[in-house]
């Protein structure tokens, strides 16, 4: 019994390895990919409402995920929806970097306003600079979201 659960789980394993290879919607790949590998221990540890509950959710993901089109079609709905995933993932990442680099520049301000407190002008200088390059990084950073827009 344990060698037949293991076979399942190894079978389901490479299911989802080859399902996340072969789609183009990799957001909809890794939930199946998940649900599958869950679906595998819940089938080696013969959890039968667990097993139902996956095959749902599995059902699910592939006829709602990627904005209400069949995971496995190709026609241009789907294809759009995964552009536009991408986008917002990019978008996601443009604004992380936006929000690292104001704050650098409130650390760099911070600098600033202490050494001219000290009177250290070799300290203004540098808190000057990053400030600049912070302001910088975080200029192009929202002209780029606003290409991908």
Known sequence: MKYLGSIAVVVGMMLAL??????????CQRKLANLEKQLGYAKQ???TNRIRGLERAIANVKTYCGGG??????????KDYYEAEKKLEKSEEILE?????????????????????????????????????????????????????
């Open 45 to 47: 540890y013969n959890n």
């Open 69 to 78: 089109t069949n995971i496995d079609s190709t026609d241009a709905k789907a």
């Open 97 to 149: 970097k936006i929000a690292d680099a104001q704050q650098d520049l409130a650390k760099a301000e911070y600098k600033y306003d202490k050494a001219k407190y000290k009177g250290d002008f070799e300290d203004q200088l540098e808190a000057e600079y990053k400030m600049k390059e912070a302001r910088m990084r975080i200029k192009m950073y929202e002209e780029f979201l606003e290409t991908l827009k």
């Open 18 to 27: 080859n399902i996340s290879v072969a789609a183009p919607n990799q957001g």
